[in-house]
Structure formats: structure tokens, C-alpha cells
């Protein structure tokens, strides 16, 4: 049905222009800090999809690319804590100047597993850009070196997030409305 994806939106929180505006500056600024360095690009998918197309572009320097998956147990809108590695890495990170892209920081419980994971790997260094970042869900002392936007406590989607594998292809950002997840009140 025509629209029905968008009636599920409660309200837009970032527009597509006001994306690519952020995701631009982002990613030049990135590429200045890692002037002579030539950064590996692992990208957690499949959420963060949208988000390394433009980010990449965005950075004109030499660098490269691969993913890496990951999936915590559970459905709904909130994360149960115990992530597992559903794709792993094409290539070697050994030496490298690892920079994880990720969607969203919620909990931090994902991106714990991941930075453990890599490090394991000996990489010269990692880094950490997220799109998004919710601080208030957050459990562990775990930050991103770099962030695209702040955003409250609420269950986005959109610009690859997802609910139930559906609206990663949204353009803007927007929060769910409670009734799609929750049933009726
Ligand atoms: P964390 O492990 O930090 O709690 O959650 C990270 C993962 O949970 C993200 O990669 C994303 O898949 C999912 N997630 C957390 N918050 C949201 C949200 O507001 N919307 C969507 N669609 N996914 C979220």
C-alpha cells in the first residue's frame, strides 16, 4: 500500500538534506585526523549501510573497506545484552588503522563485543564513528570517537535502522510510532 511505511512515523528527527549536510562535515573531519594514516573501514551491517556509502565519499583520502556482522539474540526494540558474530571479516586487520562504523550506540553492548573482538586482532588502532548515539541507553563507559547526531530515548528508524528488518530504506530519520511495536494501548 502506497505510504503505509511512512504513516508509521510518529515525527521526522533528521531530513535527508540534514543528513548528508552531517555525514559531509563528519567525514571530512575524519579524513584531516587521519591524514597520512590510510584508516580500514569496518562497517557493521547491515545498518550501517547507507550510512559508509555517504560517509566514505565524504572522505577523500586512500582508504579501504569491509564487514563485519553482528547480531544480539532477541527481537523488539530493546537488546538483550548477548551479541554473536553472524559475518566475520574478509581480510586482516593486523597493523592496520582500524576506524568502526556503526548505526547507533544504545546500550553500548555491541560495540563492546566488537572493539573486544578486534583488538584481539592486533590492529595499529581503532576508533569508533556512530551515526547516531543514544547516551541514555547506555550500560557500559563505552563512547564513540566521533558522533553523527545525539538523539533521546526513543526507538528510531530509518537511514538503514530498522524494526523487524523493515524501513532501512526511509531517506530521513525518524522515531516509530509505539503502536507499530507495541499494539494498541
Ligand atoms: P546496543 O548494543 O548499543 O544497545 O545497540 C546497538 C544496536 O541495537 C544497533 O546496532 C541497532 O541495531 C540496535 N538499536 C539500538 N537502538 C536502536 C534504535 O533506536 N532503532 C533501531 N532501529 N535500532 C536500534
Known amino acids: 500500500m502506497a505510504g503505509a511505511m511512512h504513516d508509521d512515523v510518529e515525527e521526522i528527527l ?4 540534514q543528513i548528508q549536510a552531517r555525514v559531509a562535515e563528519l567525514g571530512q ?6 591524514a597520512g594514516r590510510e584508516p580500514h573501514l569496518v562497517t557493521i551491517v547491515k545498518g550501517s549501510i547507507p550510512f559508509i556509502a555517504d560517509l566514505m565519499r565524504a572522505m577523500d583520502i586512500t582508504l579501504s573497506l569491509d564487514l563485519i556482522g553482528v547480531a544480539s539474540y532477541g527481537a523488539g526494540t530493546t537488546s538483550s545484552g548477548e551479541v554473536r558474530l553472524t559475518k566475520d571479516l574478509d581480510d586482516s586487520i593486523e597493523g592496520r588503522h582500524v576506524l568502526v562504523v556503526e548505526d547507533i550506540i544504545d546500550t553500548g553492548l555491541t560495540l563492546a563485543y566488537v572493539l573486544r573482538n578486534l583488538r584481539q586482532r592486533a590492529p595499529a588502532s581503532v576508533r569508533v564513528v ?6 541514555s541507553g547506555r550500560g557500559t563507559a563505552i563512547e564513540a570517537d566521533y558522533v553523527g547526531f545525539t538523539i533521546p530515548d526513543a526507538f528510531v528508524i530509518g537511514y538503514g535502522l530498522d524494526w523487524n528488518q523493515r524501513y532501512r530504506n526511509l531517506p530521513y530519520v525518524g522515531i516509530l510510532k509505539r503502536d507499530v511495536y507495541a499494539g494498541p494501548l
Open 130 to 135: 556512530t551515526f547516531l548515539d543514544k547516551p
Open 29 to 34: 573531519q575524519i579524513a584531516a585526523d587521519y
Open 14 to 17: 533528521f531530513t535527508p538534506e
